[in-house]
T-cell receptor
Framework: NAGVTQTPKFQVLKTGQSMTLQCAQD?????MYWYRQDPGMGLRLIYY???????DKGEVPNGYNVSRLNKREFSLRLESAAPSQTSVYFC????????????FGPGTRLTVL | AQRVTQPEKLLSVFKGAPVELKCNYS??????LFWYVQYSRQRLQLLLR?????SIKGFTADLNKGETSFHLKKPFAQEEDSAMYYC????????????WGAGTKLIIKP
């Protein structure tokens, strides 16, 4: 089992460009999450999906959209990238809810110029 | 508001010395607390959680509700313990969100 996979691993964008970060899990988990990690700060939740068909905003949702395509896949879209979105993005999944152990992907390092 | 504070950004100790990584939280209810670890070039992963009351890789953590702390301890540090450590809190009214501390980088010197 691959666990949680993310693509791409690295990306450089120019301000105003759009892109989608892909995340998939093969553990049959109900809940999935997108975080960003910035230097000197803990992980901050962008969006989460408690179960297939539902998505909700986290702490820092502005500038992002998500799609829970099916139970396995949860994508994060930046419609018009800004330098403030330069960060490392992590996808995670858990059986149901943050009360359970979360399993993380390897991360995507995004730079917006 | 719910908050998790890890006061040390960096902690450096010698191999064989005791280690204590501090975590303080702010939450009015009864929290569930976690320690996650990220070793170099590896994924963030769960180390231990309060409810399990386990010792993982020699680490333990005790919830002190009076001091609102959940410090991570190990009596004898090993070089392979060098990593980034994050404390996280889940409360019943936090919905599906974990509240994360900023992390402490632990360096074990030989």
């Amino acid at each position: 089992n691959a666990g949680v996979t993310q693509t791409p691993k690295f990306q450089v964008l120019k301000t105003g460009q759009s892109m989608t970060l892909q995340c998939a899990q093969d553990m049959n988990h109900n809940s999935m999450y997108w975080y960003r990690q910035d230097p000197g700060m803990g992980l901050r939740l962008i969006y989460y999906s408690a179960s297939e068909g539902t998505t909700d905003k986290g702490e820092v949702p502005n500038g992002y959209n998500v799609s829970r395509l099916n139970k396995r896949e949860f994508s994060l879209r930046l419609e018009s990238a800004a330098p403030s979105q330069t960060s490392v993005y992590f996808c995670a999944s858990s059986p149901r809810g943050a009360y359970n152990e979360q399993f993380f992907g390897p991360g995507t390092r995004l730079t917006v110029l | 508001a719910q908050r998790v504070t890890q006061p040390e950004k960096l902690l450096s100790v010698f191999k064989g010395a005791p280690v204590e990584l501090k975590c303080n939280y702010s939450y009015s209810g009864s929290p569930e607390l976690f320690w996650y670890v990220q070793y170099s070039r590896q994924r963030l992963q769960l180390l231990l959680r309060h409810i399990s009351r386990e010792s993982i890789k020699g680490f333990t953590a005790d919830l002190n509700k009076g001091e609102t702390s959940f410090h991570l301890k190990k009596p004898f540090a090993q070089e392979e313990d060098s990593a980034m450590y994050y404390c996280a809190l889940w409360g019943i009214d936090s919905n599906y969100q974990l509240i994360w501390g900023a992390g402490t980088k632990l360096i074990i010197k030989p």
